[in-house]
């Protein structure tokens, strides 16, 4: 199976210093799995976009990937 990068936008280091250490450690595990599979169990697709989302614990965790053919 093939495996992904991750990206991050830069406001998501601002957005984590609101949350406990506790819940930062479970949502970056949760995203490091999207590396794997990134349509894997919980994730829906948004209607009328290609983002998806997938939930950890309270939170909700936007996303979007893109493949890219190597020919």
Same mark, same amino acid.
């Not at 280091?13 to 406990?20: E, L, W």
């Not at 990134?38 to 989302?53: A, D, T």
């Given at each position: 199976?093939?495996?992904?990068? #991750?990206?991050?936008?830069? %406001?998501? !280091?601002? $957005?984590? /210093?609101?949350?406990?250490?506790?819940?930062?450690? =479970?949502? #970056?595990?949760?995203?490091? %799995?999207? !590396?794997? $599979?990134? /349509?894997?169990?919980?994730?829906?697709?948004?209607? =009328?976009?290609?983002r998806y989302r997938l939930r950890?614990?309270?939170?909700?965790?936007?996303?979007?990937?893109?493949?890219?053919?190597?020919?």
């Amino acid at each position: 199976m093939a495996s992904y990068s #991750l990206r991050f936008k830069r %406001s998501v !280091a601002k $957005d984590f /210093r609101a949350f406990t250490k506790q819940d930062v450690a =479970g949502i #970056l595990k949760r995203i490091e %799995s999207l !590396a794997v $599979d990134p /349509r894997g169990p919980g994730c829906e697709k948004l209607s =009328g976009q290609e983002r998806y989302r997938l939930r950890q614990g309270i939170y909700r965790i936007l996303y979007d990937y893109v493949t890219m053919n190597c020919s």
